[in-house]
């Protein structure tokens, strides 16, 4: 039995620019990359599908147990506003396109201070675009968007130093996540992770840059880093993410260095969760994405609760579950129903 209705009331993601803050609803299309999958020959742009493609979406933060706020979300739904081919990717057969916007979801972590979180809710979507922009006869259009990603991360890195948005002692993790109509391409640095629940499947977008990851640690080692174990592994026994933006102390071993992957979209698709690790280091992967899938059935069921979107409500409560869960973090969550909104009316 699935009795749960939606029971929350964290904080909203502080951003209250319209351009970026949380929870609506609009159709979408898009996915590739690292942990991910070989595309499947749909032949058929879920875009294309009269709003399969469709995408709600809601965001949640709370301060938790900490005296400071230090996470940021990030939505920008008018992120850009392309064809799905453009974007790459696209399942349909060429120029079958029409442009769609292509929807930007962002969780940023900080550490030290909330600056650069701050910083990178208001700029990384913005860099990125501008970046992808830039970039003229692209060899493939993964590639074009790997070094959007990387030189984004990069120049937002250099603007927090160059802007004086804050010390050198203070940095940011960035989960963010880009959907089109047959892509979600996703784009991490440090322990924030994105998760896709398609069907029964629980896939880990992101792999967290921690210390002790064996190719993270032998990098650092080779530039002749420090690993300690101090209440977990830490980069000289203080900082316990490998990779982030921010945090020029801890140059070289600690970098701005994204990794991307690409994950083509399907009819299976039910959401995907960005979250800082307030959430993760109290609940697993499969917890947390079977709870999300629970609570979509629920709803579904039943219908909107006071008017609040099914992304909306489990945003709020897998925030709220956390909490309740002793998460000794902030916490701050990003919901994207992907099943259409057809196919989401509750049962008549
Ligand atoms: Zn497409």
Request: hydrophobic share 40%; glycine share 8%.
């Amino acid at each position: 039995m699935e009795s749960d209705p939606p029971g929350i009331q964290p904080r909203r993601a502080r951003d209250e620019d319209p351009a970026t803050a949380a929870s609506s609803s609009a159709e979408i299309p898009a996915p590739t990359g690292l942990v991910a999958q070989p595309a499947e020959a749909r032949g058929r742009c879920l875009w294309r599908k009269g709003g399969a493609a469709a995408v709600s979406w809601g965001a949640a933060s709370t301060v938790g147990r900490r005296k400071e706020m230090e996470d940021a979300v990030a939505v920008a739904p008018a992120f850009m506003a392309l064809t799905c081919e453009r974007v790459g990717g696209c399942a349909a057969p060429p120029g079958s396109g029409e442009v769609s916007h292509v929807r930007f979801f962002g969780v940023y972590d900080g550490h030290g201070g909330a600056q650069v979180a701050d910083y990178c809710a208001k700029r990384v979507h913005e860099v990125v675009a501008e970046e992808w922009d830039r970039i003229q006869n692209p060899e493939c259009w993964k590639r074009r968007w790997e070094t959007a990603f990387h030189d984004g991360f990069k120049r937002v890195d250099n603007e927090v130093i160059d802007e004086a948005v804050a010390p050198d002692i203070i940095g940011s993790t960035a989960v963010v996540v880009v959907i089109s109509g047959c892509q979600i391409i996703s784009s991490n640095c440090g322990d924030s992770r994105a998760l896709l629940c398609r069907g029964n499947q629980r896939i880990q977008l992101t792999i967290d840059h921690k210390p002790d990851r064996e190719d993270e640690l032998m990098r650092i080692e080779s530039l002749g880093g420090r690993v300690i174990n101090w209440q977990g592994c830490r980069i000289s026994g203080v900082l316990a993410v490998s990779r982030s933006i921010g945090d020029r102390y801890m140059r070289p071993w600690v970098i701005p260095v994204p990794e991307i992957s690409f994950m083509s979209r399907s009819e299976d698709d039910d959401c995907l969760i960005l979250a800082s690790d307030g959430l993760w280091d109290v609940m697993s992967i499969e917890e947390v994405g079977d709870m999300a899938c629970r609570h979509f059935r629920w709803q579904r069921r039943n219908g909107l609760v006071d008017g609040v979107s099914p992304a909306q409500a489990v945003a709020d409560h897998l925030t709220e579950l956390a909490y309740q869960k002793n998460s000794s973090d902030n916490i701050s969550v990003v919901v994207v129903d992907l099943k259409s909104r057809s196919r989401r009316r509750p049962r008549q």
